[in-house]
């Protein structure tokens, strides 16, 4: 997996091509604005139901965002 830097550079770019709100977002994502802002600043990891959620959402495969 990738370091949660990488990780959260791509969690935060799915979302400002969106043109979405932290707050939209993470209510999108089934997350708190906190928890998501953690994981957009490579504070923490996002948890498996997060990495689900965001590939059905960009039609991403999971690899895709979080391994590759």
């Known amino acids: 997996m990738l ?3 990488v990780i ?3 969690i935060r770019n799915e979302r400002t091509k969106r043109r979405m709100t932290q ?3 993470a209510s999108l994502m089934g997350v708190s ?3 998501l802002g953690k ?3 490579g504070v923490r990891r ?4 997060f990495r689900i959620n ?3 959402y960009t039609g ?6 979080f391994y590759k």
Not at 46 to 49: A, G, M, V
């Open 3 to 5: 370091s949660n830097e």
């Open 54 to 56: 965001l590939s059905v």
């Open 39 to 41: 994981y957009e600043c």
């Open 23 to 25: 707050k939209e977002f």
């Open 60 to 65: 991403k495969t999971v690899e895709e965002l």
């Open 46 to 49: 996002p948890k498996d139901d």
């Open 8 to 10: 959260g550079k791509r």
């Open 33 to 35: 604005e906190s928890a």
